[in-house]
């Protein structure tokens, strides 16, 4: 019986054989600099030239640590001093943060961001990796010093998150801009529940691909007939609401729109009720005994009150923890209410989107798509942040 000819099956694709490859040259960039920064003088005032300056290295490796890096790549940290001022006003220690950003690698997230944008995780939960666009990094070159006055000004005490570090990596001719901003979530509050609020109700909904994760990210349609609102008392309604008021001023003041308020659920319930014997699947990190006592007052704090609703004063620029005992929670009916123990955390997230021509020209589509009255997302800088405003407002109670 005659043999067959034997047909040889080619590898069309060259498979890059390595961990993630930018996320690796981010890694080993922020260490590079990191190490340069502690070498550098640190000015006393942070002149003009600083948000201009960059630090930039190229690297040709031929035959060395093959296995984790490409062999040619370019490493550039835009304004290098400035977010080591930004860090050091939010208590950040650069040792810290590169050991945060450095130690493991950076996991990828289930949830895609905005216009396909990839995120990351770093292992201890701290800080979020965003891959972001050209545009997007133009508008930040305009908006960091305007951003850095104003978190002097107000001695960070503001909703809007962290950001502490801008980056371009490139690999075989190809940029990859990448933004790294603190969680707005910190660890030790597990989150049993996600929204991105942005005012806007069309197409303000998950979808049902979303519903199916572990965590979904739910919308101001869902916002509204699971919540209807957050009820607290009188004056710390108005602590949270000047808060938030004068940053989407500021937003407004530099054009910015299309920004989100991110509210993190904390369901006190759920923690008090879990299992203790499987403290070993427990999603809490290790917690000092600081943060473990704070935990235990807040718990205590919410099962021993019948009717009192609290805020706990704590402003870390980008998070504002609510403390609500027995806050009503509406089911979609409308007919039957609940009470739990809840813990909100909230902060403001995506203002690197300007009212440019391409907001404008979607603006305009999506006007003649569902109508001049439609509350559709995209509209100028002074509509968004007054009906932003007027959203939350009733929102919380």
Not at 38 to 46: G, R
Request: net charge neutral; with cysteine.
């Amino acid at each position: 019986m005659p043999k067959k000819p034997l047909k040889i099956i080619t590898q069309k694709v060259k498979v890059f054989r390595r961990n993630n490859p930018i996320i690796s040259i981010l890694m080993w960039g922020i260490n590079y600099s990191m190490s340069e920064l502690s070498q550098a003088t640190i000015p006393a005032v942070l002149l003009p030239e600083y948000f201009k300056a960059y630090l930039k290295v190229k690297v040709e490796n031929c035959g060395f640590n093959k296995d984790k890096l490409p062999s040619n790549y370019k490493f550039k940290e835009y304004f290098p001093m400035v977010f080591r001022d930004l860090r050091e006003r939010f208590n950040i220690d650069d040792e810290d943060y590169c050991t945060s950003m450095t130690k493991y690698d950076p996991q990828a997230t289930k949830d895609m961001g905005r216009s396909g944008s990839k995120l990351y995780r770093s292992y201890d939960l701290k800080y979020f990796v965003k891959t972001i666009s050209k545009d997007e990094v133009s508008v930040l070159h305009k908006f960091i010093p305007h951003y850095h006055h104003y978190l002097v000004k107000n001695q960070c005490e503001t909703l809007l998150c962290k950001y502490v570090g801008l980056y371009r990596i490139t690999v075989n001719q190809g940029e990859t801009y990448i933004l790294v901003q603190k969680s707005c979530f910190p660890p030790i509050y597990p989150i049993h529940k996600k929204y991105d609020l942005k005012g806007s109700t069309v197409s303000r909904q998950a979808t049902t691909k979303e519903r199916k994760k572990e965590l979904p990210t739910l919308k101001d349609n869902d916002f509204m007939n699971e919540l209807t609102y957050i009820d607290v008392d009188v004056e710390s309604r108005e602590i949270l609401l000047e808060k938030l008021k004068s940053d989407v001023e500021f937003l407004r003041m530099q054009s910015v729109m299309d920004y989100s308020l991110i509210i993190g659920v904390h369901d006190l319930d759920a923690v008090i009720n879990s299992d203790v014997e499987n403290d070993e699947e427990c999603q809490y990190p290790t917690m000092t005994n600081s943060e473990s006592d704070r935990m235990s007052k807040i718990t205590q704090k919410s099962t021993d009150s019948d009717d009192n609703v609290d805020l706990v004063n704590v402003y870390e620029a980008d998070q504002v923890i609510i403390e609500a005992v027995n806050i009503e929670s509406i089911a979609s009916d409308n007919n039957r209410g609940t009470s739990a123990n809840h813990i909100y955390i909230v902060g403001i997230i995506d203002f690197n989107t300007t009212y440019g021509m391409k907001k404008r020209t979607a603006h305009s589509a999506k006007t003649l798509k569902h109508g001049a009255d439609a509350e559709i997302s995209t509209v100028n800088p002074d509509q968004y942040a007054k009906r932003f405003i007027n959203f939350i407002s009733k929102s919380i109670r």
